[in-house]
């Protein structure tokens, strides 16, 4: 199969690829301005947590918190988020991990669900409460015992 038809056909496809990646770079590059200063605003706040007063698994799942989730972006855009929701780490968690390069196993990717979770509802239970109250009934009964089943004495009241 080397016919010349074929032969040319990569050389003209290749410009095409190549504006593809090129925009999906720039388009990473370059969120909008807002968006931009949101993410700044979460990357430049505090950059500890005080895990003193958290069980010893979990002050064990600080440090790979600490190591996972420090390689892409400033440690701080994951403490100072606030996104809360049992659901929404789930789901982040794994957009992270299947990420090229992310360097988190399946194991750790459960173990940093976990931290997440009981950081949120240690360290940010308010705003966990508000954003469970927000949910619809049967959604909300699903992240009561989804935070429950990592913080067993959060209180959703
Ligand atoms: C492979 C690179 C990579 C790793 C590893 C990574 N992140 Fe991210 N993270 C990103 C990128 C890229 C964005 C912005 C675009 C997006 O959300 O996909 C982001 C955005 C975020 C945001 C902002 C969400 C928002 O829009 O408010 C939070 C919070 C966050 N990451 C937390 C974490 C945590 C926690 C970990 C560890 C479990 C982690 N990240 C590991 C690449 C990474």
Sequence with gaps: MSSPK??????AVL???????????VGRAQPNASEE???KKLD???KVIDVAKYPGDQQQAYKLFQSKCSSCHALARGIN????LPGDWER???RM????????????????YRFM????????AEALRRAIAALAPPERAAAIEKVKAVNGAFSPQ
């Design 6 to 11: 074929r032969r040319h056909l990569v050389p």
């Design 15 to 25: 410009p095409l690829v190549g504006a593809i990646a090129l925009s999906a770079v």
């Design 37 to 39: 200063a949101r993410l």
């Design 44 to 46: 430049t706040g505090p």
């Design 81 to 84: 988020t606030d996104m809360v």
């Design 92 to 94: 982040y968690i794994k």
């Design 97 to 112: 991990m299947f990420k090229p390069n992310s360097g988190i196993s399946n194991d750790e990717g459960r173990t940093l």
């Design 117 to 124: 979770v009981y950081d949120a509802s240690a360290r940010k």
